[in-house]
């Protein structure tokens, strides 16, 4: 059970309700972080800002930066975000659900390139407290990608170390999108819904194999 009790969007006043039924046009549900911050109008829409512009086109693709965000969720332990970010990798940005199921395997499945296993490893050192990210990391990184483009990296890292404190310490429940996707797509040994699924519906979802 959430923490802190997402608001009802009908409550919302229209600005945030708008934004709101923004963020569900493009995920496909109304997310429960979403309205659990909108309790704090000011902090919402900061939030929101920074999200904007992380997720907008640069010089990183889409696709890359969700699995960055993906894994450096699962190494920080936020089965939330973790679920959250594989659904919309798939959902908008035409990832293979094949890929985003081995994105634990990066360093060793020929789906993944070079440049995405020198970016997903930035992501597992990063997500560790303390942080494990190297000088070593950088040079890997920087055989790849400009400085604008590591930026994007280090960018979609940092905004998830707040994401990822916020949902797992207030224990964010899952929305059912997402959660099926997770417990359809991800391996058990990889993601469990743990905190983030209330009883019924952890009994609702089974796992499909």
Known sequence: MARIEPMDIGELPQ???SALQEA??????VPNDALTLARWP???????GLVRVLYSPGAVSGELKRMVATVVSGAAGCRY????TAHGAVRKDQASAEKIAAVWQFRTSDLFSA??????????AAGQQPSAATDE?????REH???RAVMEIVGMIA?????NRWNDTLATELEQAPLEFALRTLKAEDWQAGRHATASKKLETSRVR
């Open 145 to 147: 990608f400009s400085e």
């Open 15 to 17: 600005d945030l309700r």
């Open 115 to 124: 440049a995405e296993r020198a970016a997903l490893e930035l992501a597992v």
């Open 159 to 163: 905004l998830f170390g707040f994401l």
């Open 81 to 84: 975000c973790q679920a959250h």
């Open 137 to 141: 990391h950088f040079a890997a990184l």
């Open 24 to 29: 569900e046009s493009l995920m496909g549900f």
């Open 42 to 48: 000011a902090l919402y829409f900061a939030v929101q």
